[in-house]
């Protein structure tokens, strides 16, 4: 499988469920080259020079710290734990039009909608009859919404697909549509991992190029939708320097790289075991970021070019109907698709590929985590389809809680935790080693050793054997890491909005992210110790 083909599902999906500024994109992009780079660059070299999985590779640095690859891999387990229910997701509403029930998602008169459900078909009669009263609520035009006055997207999404309790601490009745989704696609990706990586290597050359070829018919569609243009002019025009220098938007822009370049998780460094020695990693390393930045704008257009499409439909400004996170890709995506020309391919093109993106993804992070069983116990290679099965049954059995009515909210805490906190400590310690405890000579010793001495002229500085990715990996590298790691514990209490209201999470679930933090770091120096 190709580098460049490794990142690309997570890549869309990253896309698909973040309505990027301007703003945002200008972070982004600086963030690319002063962190994501180098450390793509660090963990490409890693896996190649070692040709190791994660459970021993950091013995090979600084055997103290072994565990390191250990947390790498639990952490990308655990994201195979939460993240596949957004597939589950996704396959619902795939089903819903395949069985013509699409036109749901858009109106109020179905057994799970509530009396504050808003339709956009019913607001739209209100202002044509006066201007001033333009909502329309109970059964009357009303001049302001209520707080707690929902979408119809929303409560199909609300209270058809995910039927949430009132809390994390109230677990419900068990969600038969989203548990038998969850069942089929674990067994997915069970079926795609049957033959290892061989075969996940063949999958991948369609699920690498079928997404891509599903985007670029939602970008032309979206482009030549009317209003589209207002929307792609707020994307491109919206430069809010404000914003640029609010520590959130950092905080944010590199908790989505981080997981859109799948950075610190460990996936890259297995991959990268498996290229040529010879192979040019600094190639791929540039090929990524590079792809992932011209996707970001791309992906930005198609993403506002559809929001201004609904913005021009609705007659709203096109902020009042940015969403980002799951409401975008659940509840505003659906809604502007559902008064398209042929709405249901629209949907079921855009649900499909969420559903490839999401089973790939699943795939890749389970087969990282296998890799790392079979470097640590070689004898489990004579059992691949055991082990990866076995895997696949106890990430089931963990995430089935989500199936039941609180696990929209443990959802939310596992992105928290394992999208931003961990993986943040997980790169410092990791660049860290590489750059103090194992030596930046050695590491540009074995970058020589692999692909040559270091050309003479510019390429001696911008290229493979540049000394600024040694600087990099020591001096702004761990301290940006370090800074937003700190920044994530002492933020305000967790929060989410569900129900037309603001859920905050109670004291011990954000202190129960605390106690799996220093498990964490106490399984990274123990496990090097013991073994």
């Not at 982004?28 to 040709?51: C, D, K, N």
């Not at 699920?207 to 792609?232: D, K, Q, V």
């Not at 249901?344 to 993804?361: K, V």
Request: hydrophobic letters at 50%; proline letters at 4%.
């Amino acid at each position: 499988m190709k580098m460049e083909e490794v990142s690309s599902c997570r890549r869309i999906k990253h896309l698909l469920f973040f309505a990027i500024s301007g703003a945002f994109l200008l972070v982004y992009a600086i963030l690319t080259m002063l962190f994501a780079l180098p450390i793509i660059y660090a963990e490409l070299v890693m896996g190649q020079y070692s040709r190791s999985g994660l459970s021993v590779i950091f013995k090979m640095y600084f055997p103290a710290m072994q565990g390191l690859g250990w947390a790498m891999a639990l952490l990308t387990v655990s994201i195979t734990i939460y993240y596949i229910l957004v597939v589950s997701w996704a396959a619902i509403y795939m089903v819903s039009v395949l069985f013509g029930q699409s036109s749901h998602w858009v109106t109020c008169d179905n057994w799970w909608n509530t009396i504050y459900c808003s339709e956009d078909n019913r607001n739209a009669a209100c202002a044509k009859t006066n201007p001033k009263l333009p909502i329309f609520f109970n059964g009357t035009c009303i001049a302001t919404a209520s707080p707690k006055m929902l979408s119809a997207s929303e409560e199909f999404f609300t209270y058809f697909v995910i039927e949430p309790t009132n809390g994390i601490d109230e677990i419900g009745w068990i969600n038969w549509k989203v548990a038998l989704s969850f069942t089929i696609m674990w067994i997915c990706v069970a079926l795609i991992l049957y033959k290892g990586i061989d075969s996940f290597g063949k999958v991948s050359l369609v699920t690498a190029t079928l997404p891509h070829i599903i985007l670029i018919a939602l970008f032309i569609r979206a482009i030549t939708l009317p209003g589209s243009g207002t929307g792609i002019s707020y994307f491109i025009g919206r430069l809010n320097f404000d914003y640029v220098f609010r520590l959130r938007t950092w905080v944010t822009a590199l908790k989505q790289l981080c997981f859109s370049l799948f950075i610190g998780y460990g996936g890259l460094i297995t991959l990268a075991s498996y290229s040529k020695f010879h192979n040019n990693c600094f190639r791929d390393a540039v090929i990524l970021v590079s792809t992932d930045t011209i996707m970001s704008i791309f992906g930005g257009i198609t993403v506002f070019g559809t929001l201004g499409y609904l913005s021009h439909e609705v007659h709203l400004p096109v902020d009042k109907v940015v969403q980002s996170g799951t409401a975008l890709a659940f509840v505003t995506y659906p809604k502007a698709m559902s008064i398209m020309p042929l709405p249901w391919l629209w949907s079921f093109l855009f649900f499909a590929l969420l559903f490839i993106l999401g089973t790939s993804s699943q795939a890749g992070m389970v087969e990282v985590f296998c890799t790392t069983l079979y470097d640590q116990w070689p004898s489990t290679r004579n059992h691949k389809t055991i082990v990866s099965a076995a895997t696949c049954f106890v990430m089931f059995l963990i995430g089935f809680i989500m199936c039941c009515g609180c696990g929209f909210y443990w959802f939310n805490v596992y992105d928290e935790f394992t999208g931003s906190t961990a993986i943040f400590l997980t790169i410092a310690l990791e660049c860290i080693i590489l750059s103090y405890f194992y030596g930046r000579r050695n590491v540009m010793k074995d970058v020589e050793e692999m692909r040559g001495p270091a050309k003479k002229g510019m390429m001696k500085w911008i290229g493979e054997h540049s000394p600024y990715y040694p600087f990099n990996w020591l001096w702004i590298t761990p301290p940006i890491a370090l800074a937003i790691m700190i920044f994530t514990l002492i933020r305000d209490r967790m929060t989410l909005r569900i129900k037309g209201e603001v859920y905050t999470f109670p004291l011990w679930a954000e202190v129960g992210n605390y106690f799996n933090l220093k498990l964490f770091r106490r399984m990274e120096i123990e496990n090097g110790v013991y073994t």
